[in-house]
């Protein structure tokens, strides 16, 4: 099993379902989805919330209803995740705007309208193929332009910082950075980061 | 120059050190692993304490931001969405500071990527594609001075901006707009309503709708009071968020012990057991007006769920199979006007709709609204007293349906006496005109008059009997001479003018046996009365025929009601029977015998029961 999704409001994920019945039950085939039923769900949950859950399966990424944890369900999950390098999608219609974060491991809190789009099956599809991809596919189609405008924001402000080869300096803390996104989308030069930011916005 | 940077860690520090050492103030804003940790982390909070813990106070010539504001996903676009926070915080001294943006972007493809972008077509906003010290020091001096009254409304006429699109989180939304709109109309001040506004007042759509639809704080107090009595509960899964007080201040003059509140038992349990605790509530605490929120369980905001299958429209049709008078006011958000239809189907009593940003366009819309609620709860806590009519048409039914007779006369009557009752009981519904409670009461006269008819109750002819348990006295003698053409009955009760009743009396007279008559016999054979005055029928006939006459200024009120439904209760109730004045005539009529007298020409029915007893 890869891919835990605790859902304690099914009746939301019907509608989300109601018109791709099939391809929702598609995702289940593989056995790599485990999303237990309501109730068992809010058992997870309160085992979450009083630091009772054990990870015992090998799961590569959680996917949660945020306002379903208490404030100590959110830490023993942060927790967990960090220890065992495991991704985490929060999702939830309290939250107004995405955020993104890959400090102590991948995560990503989405409003839950975000989260149950169009976008969802086909990550899943790609997650149990392959459980290296970053969360934020599931936030955006073009997700790889997110990278390249911060690859190129972090450029640009590289050329005003200057020379220093401190290893602990804020210049070496940018080229770390920079070094993280070029091994995702390769290495680039403005000139070119330009033109292929502008192709793909063409494209959109 | 007093400019304010807003950064993050991915621009330079070297660019922000020239900054601070040229223009003025930079501040870092970063959203740690740590933040996100925390179970009431909102951007939006995170931004309104950012905002006023770090800035307050301080007014800034030009404030610069980076379109992201996010270190690892550029498309978040935070350094626009705070953007909007300095706009519409109100609190924050900077609503109408110029803010340039900066980034390599450019507007097309901002606006591609992201729906925020309205905030860059509003006046006051400046974008940069140069992130230098001498361009940002060149675009300050590019300023124009607005006015800032001007600024305002142009910036608010130009943006929308939508509430999460999730139904529970609007939802709260509405019921703090709501609240906080209500809270001041009845001018309520304390802790609870001010810690409940703040909750929501970091929020982005809860600033925006403030600032579109300022409250105004000129219109004077709301100073109502509720002018009847009755038990009021209040049922609402919010209470603690401010609906208790508000609801405690609407009813402030009755009892305290007159008011209950349920709701903050329902979290956490789901729709059935919800159901289950109002119920129980309602007849413990033997309510007479519920006030009723529409959706008491997260289930029932879910997009597309049926009326039917809405937490307070099942609760209604169980209030109402309780007690159709139990008055029901439904508190809702809801404007759909099929929803409304399907709650006046199921009997809901009354609306209160709660207050919505759509509403306050009109500025008198928060008044106007705390005006209704007082009117419907004084409505309806004066209609209350149609939970006794309830109660009393249901033992009516009861008593009516239990007399296991075949008769087809009598199973008529059943059914002509049930859509009585129910006509009558929809005509004392329209309390405030007099004129459906006079039919009501015409209404309820006509089971009466259906009763006497019955053959097994009184039978009219020649010779008319009363009937009692299994018994028949002989009442009244038709002496009509045919000859003379003379009409004359002979009745073994007497009217006494003088008190306006009849009694036990040998008589002779000129009068009719109307319905005033019959009642009466039946009152004295059928039911033992002797001082039929108590039972009130007197007035009771004397109410119909002033109402039938139509009598200038007669209003029946609720007691002759009352008094018509207990003389019912007392007539249809077979084990109300008493022959005692049965047998006192017959032990009368025996004392006739002994002086020679002629019961057997008087009353046959006697005669044979003596015969009957005799041989006993």
Same mark, same amino acid.
């Given at each position: 099993m890869k891919i835990l999704l605790l859902e304690d409001r099914p009746e939301r994920q019907k509608k989300f379902i109601s018109d791709k019945i099939k391809s929702w039950e598609n995702i289940f085939i593989s056995g790599q989805i485990f999303m237990p039923e309501v109730n068992d769900c809010k058992v997870i949950i309160e085992q979450i919330n009083n630091y $009772? @859950?054990?990870?015992?399966?090998? @799961?590569?990424l959680l996917i949660v209803h945020r306002s379903a944890l208490k404030s100590s369900g959110i830490s023993h999950l942060s927790s967990i995740c960090k220890e065992k390098k495991i991704k985490l999608i929060y999702f939830s219609g309290g939250i107004s705007q995405t955020i993104y974060n890959s400090q102590d491991f991948e995560q990503i809190n989405l409003n839950s309208t975000d989260f149950y789009s169009d976008l969802l099956i086909p990550f899943l599809q790609n997650f149990i193929t392959n459980? $290296?991809?970053?969360?934020?596919e599931i936030f955006h189609t073009e997700w790889k332009i997110s990278y390249m405008m911060l690859y190129r924001q972090l450029l640009r402000n590289l050329e005003l910082t200057e020379e220093d080869y401190?290893?602990?300096s804020d210049r070496s803390y940018i080229l770390r950075r920079i070094e993280k996104i070029e091994n995702v989308i390769g290495k680039m030069k403005l000139e070119e980061l330009h033109k292929s930011i502008q192709q793909k916005i063409n494209y959109l | 120059m007093n400019s304010l940077l807003i950064y993050n860690n991915n621009i330079s520090p070297d660019f922000v050190s020239d900054f601070k050492a040229v223009m003025g103030e930079a501040f870092s804003f970063s959203i740690t692993n740590q933040s996100l940790s925390n179970e009431n982390f909102t951007f939006d909070k995170f931004t309104t304490e950012f905002l006023l813990q770090n800035l307050n106070k301080k007014k800034y010539d030009a404030i610069f931001l980076p379109f992201s504001l996010a270190e690892e996903n550029y498309l978040e676009f935070s350094g626009i969405s705070l953007g909007y926070h300095i706009r519409l915080t109100k609190e924050f001294c900077n609503k109408s500071t110029p803010i340039i943006f900066f980034g390599y972007e450019d507007l097309y493809t901002i606006n591609k990527l992201s729906s925020k972008g309205q905030i860059f077509f509003t006046k006051n906003i400046y974008v940069t594609n140069e992130q230098s010290i001498v361009n940002f020091q060149k675009k300050v001096l590019e300023i124009n001075c607005e006015n800032e009254f001007e600024l305002r409304k142009h910036f608010l006429d130009r943006i929308d901006i939508k509430p999460s699109v999730n139904h529970t989180s609007h939802h709260s939304i509405s019921n703090e707009w709501a609240i906080q709109r209500w809270a001041n109309a009845l001018s309520l001040d304390s802790v609870k309503i001010k810690s409940i506004t703040e909750n929501v007042g970091s929020s982005l759509y809860y600033k925006y709708l403030l600032a579109k639809y300022p409250i105004n704080t000129t219109q004077n107090p709301i100073n109502f009071q509720l002018k009847n009595k009755g038990n009021i509960l209040f049922v609402d899964?919010?209470?603690?968020?401010?609906w208790e007080e508000i609801f405690a201040k609407i009813s402030n003059v009755l009892p305290k012990e007159s008011v209950s509140f349920i709701g903050n038992e329902f979290k956490g349990e789901d729709p059935k057991i919800i159901e289950e605790l109002v119920i129980g509530r309602v007849i413990q605490f033997k309510a007479d007006v519920i006030v009723l929120d529409l959706r008491l369980h997260e289930i029932d905001f879910v997009e597309g769920t049926s009326i039917e299958d809405i937490t307070g429209y099942k609760v209604l049709q169980q209030i109402k199979k309780i007690n159709k008078g139990i008055q029901v006011i439904i508190f809702s958000a809801t404007n759909k006007i099929w929803n409304l239809q399907a709650l006046q189907a199921a009997e809901a009593d009354g609306f209160i709709i709660k207050e919505s940003p759509e509403n306050s366009v009109d500025e008198n819309f928060t008044n106007q609204s705390i005006e209704n609620i007082y009117k419907i709860i004084d409505l309806c806590l004066k209609r209350s007293f149609l939970k006794k009519i309830d109660t009393y048409i249901s033992n009516i039914n009861k008593l009516i349906s239990r007399?296991?007779?075949?008769l087809e006369e009598y199973s008529d009557f059943i059914s002509r006496t049930k859509s009585n009752l129910e006509v009558a009981f929809h005509l004392f519904y329209n309390l405030n005109d007099f004129k459906y409670k006079n039919y009501g009461y015409l209404q309820l006269f006509q089971v009466i008059e259906d009763f006497i008819r019955l053959k097994n109750v009184f039978e009219e002819g020649n010779l008319s009997y009363v009937f009692c348990k299994e018994k028949k006295v002989l009442v009244l003698q038709n002496l009509d001479d045919k000859i003379s053409g003379s009409k004359k009955f002979k009745s073994v009760i007497c009217f006494n003018e003088h008190k306006h009743i009849y009694e036990i009396k040998d008589c002779e007279s000129l009068r009719r046996p109307d319905t005033y008559y019959k009642i009466s016999a039946l009152l004295i054979f059928?039911?033992?009365?002797?001082?039929?005055?108590k039972t009130n029928w007197n007035k009771i006939n004397k109410n119909r025929n002033d109402v039938a006459h139509g009598e200038p200024n007669v209003i029946v009120s609720e007691n002759d009601i009352i008094q018509i439904f207990d003389f019912l209760i007392l007539i249809l109730d077979k084990n109300k029977q008493n022959d005692r004045n049965i047998n006192n005539l017959i032990t009368e009529s025996k004392k006739k015998e002994n002086h020679k007298t002629t019961l057997a020409d008087v009353n046959p029915a006697l005669e044979e029961l003596l015969k009957k007893m005799d041989k006993e």
């Amino acid at each position: 099993m890869k891919i835990l999704l605790l859902e304690d409001r099914p009746e939301r994920q019907k509608k989300f379902i109601s018109d791709k019945i099939k391809s929702w039950e598609n995702i289940f085939i593989s056995g790599q989805i485990f999303m237990p039923e309501v109730n068992d769900c809010k058992v997870i949950i309160e085992q979450i919330n009083n630091y $009772s @859950f054990a990870l015992n399966q090998t @799961f590569k990424l959680l996917i949660v209803h945020r306002s379903a944890l208490k404030s100590s369900g959110i830490s023993h999950l942060s927790s967990i995740c960090k220890e065992k390098k495991i991704k985490l999608i929060y999702f939830s219609g309290g939250i107004s705007q995405t955020i993104y974060n890959s400090q102590d491991f991948e995560q990503i809190n989405l409003n839950s309208t975000d989260f149950y789009s169009d976008l969802l099956i086909p990550f899943l599809q790609n997650f149990i193929t392959n459980d $290296s991809i970053s969360v934020l596919e599931i936030f955006h189609t073009e997700w790889k332009i997110s990278y390249m405008m911060l690859y190129r924001q972090l450029l640009r402000n590289l050329e005003l910082t200057e020379e220093d080869y401190d290893l602990d300096s804020d210049r070496s803390y940018i080229l770390r950075r920079i070094e993280k996104i070029e091994n995702v989308i390769g290495k680039m030069k403005l000139e070119e980061l330009h033109k292929s930011i502008q192709q793909k916005i063409n494209y959109l | 120059m007093n400019s304010l940077l807003i950064y993050n860690n991915n621009i330079s520090p070297d660019f922000v050190s020239d900054f601070k050492a040229v223009m003025g103030e930079a501040f870092s804003f970063s959203i740690t692993n740590q933040s996100l940790s925390n179970e009431n982390f909102t951007f939006d909070k995170f931004t309104t304490e950012f905002l006023l813990q770090n800035l307050n106070k301080k007014k800034y010539d030009a404030i610069f931001l980076p379109f992201s504001l996010a270190e690892e996903n550029y498309l978040e676009f935070s350094g626009i969405s705070l953007g909007y926070h300095i706009r519409l915080t109100k609190e924050f001294c900077n609503k109408s500071t110029p803010i340039i943006f900066f980034g390599y972007e450019d507007l097309y493809t901002i606006n591609k990527l992201s729906s925020k972008g309205q905030i860059f077509f509003t006046k006051n906003i400046y974008v940069t594609n140069e992130q230098s010290i001498v361009n940002f020091q060149k675009k300050v001096l590019e300023i124009n001075c607005e006015n800032e009254f001007e600024l305002r409304k142009h910036f608010l006429d130009r943006i929308d901006i939508k509430p999460s699109v999730n139904h529970t989180s609007h939802h709260s939304i509405s019921n703090e707009w709501a609240i906080q709109r209500w809270a001041n109309a009845l001018s309520l001040d304390s802790v609870k309503i001010k810690s409940i506004t703040e909750n929501v007042g970091s929020s982005l759509y809860y600033k925006y709708l403030l600032a579109k639809y300022p409250i105004n704080t000129t219109q004077n107090p709301i100073n109502f009071q509720l002018k009847n009595k009755g038990n009021i509960l209040f049922v609402d899964d919010e209470l603690e968020k401010g609906w208790e007080e508000i609801f405690a201040k609407i009813s402030n003059v009755l009892p305290k012990e007159s008011v209950s509140f349920i709701g903050n038992e329902f979290k956490g349990e789901d729709p059935k057991i919800i159901e289950e605790l109002v119920i129980g509530r309602v007849i413990q605490f033997k309510a007479d007006v519920i006030v009723l929120d529409l959706r008491l369980h997260e289930i029932d905001f879910v997009e597309g769920t049926s009326i039917e299958d809405i937490t307070g429209y099942k609760v209604l049709q169980q209030i109402k199979k309780i007690n159709k008078g139990i008055q029901v006011i439904i508190f809702s958000a809801t404007n759909k006007i099929w929803n409304l239809q399907a709650l006046q189907a199921a009997e809901a009593d009354g609306f209160i709709i709660k207050e919505s940003p759509e509403n306050s366009v009109d500025e008198n819309f928060t008044n106007q609204s705390i005006e209704n609620i007082y009117k419907i709860i004084d409505l309806c806590l004066k209609r209350s007293f149609l939970k006794k009519i309830d109660t009393y048409i249901s033992n009516i039914n009861k008593l009516i349906s239990r007399q296991k007779l075949n008769l087809e006369e009598y199973s008529d009557f059943i059914s002509r006496t049930k859509s009585n009752l129910e006509v009558a009981f929809h005509l004392f519904y329209n309390l405030n005109d007099f004129k459906y409670k006079n039919y009501g009461y015409l209404q309820l006269f006509q089971v009466i008059e259906d009763f006497i008819r019955l053959k097994n109750v009184f039978e009219e002819g020649n010779l008319s009997y009363v009937f009692c348990k299994e018994k028949k006295v002989l009442v009244l003698q038709n002496l009509d001479d045919k000859i003379s053409g003379s009409k004359k009955f002979k009745s073994v009760i007497c009217f006494n003018e003088h008190k306006h009743i009849y009694e036990i009396k040998d008589c002779e007279s000129l009068r009719r046996p109307d319905t005033y008559y019959k009642i009466s016999a039946l009152l004295i054979f059928r039911y033992g009365i002797t001082g039929i005055g108590k039972t009130n029928w007197n007035k009771i006939n004397k109410n119909r025929n002033d109402v039938a006459h139509g009598e200038p200024n007669v209003i029946v009120s609720e007691n002759d009601i009352i008094q018509i439904f207990d003389f019912l209760i007392l007539i249809l109730d077979k084990n109300k029977q008493n022959d005692r004045n049965i047998n006192n005539l017959i032990t009368e009529s025996k004392k006739k015998e002994n002086h020679k007298t002629t019961l057997a020409d008087v009353n046959p029915a006697l005669e044979e029961l003596l015969k009957k007893m005799d041989k006993e």
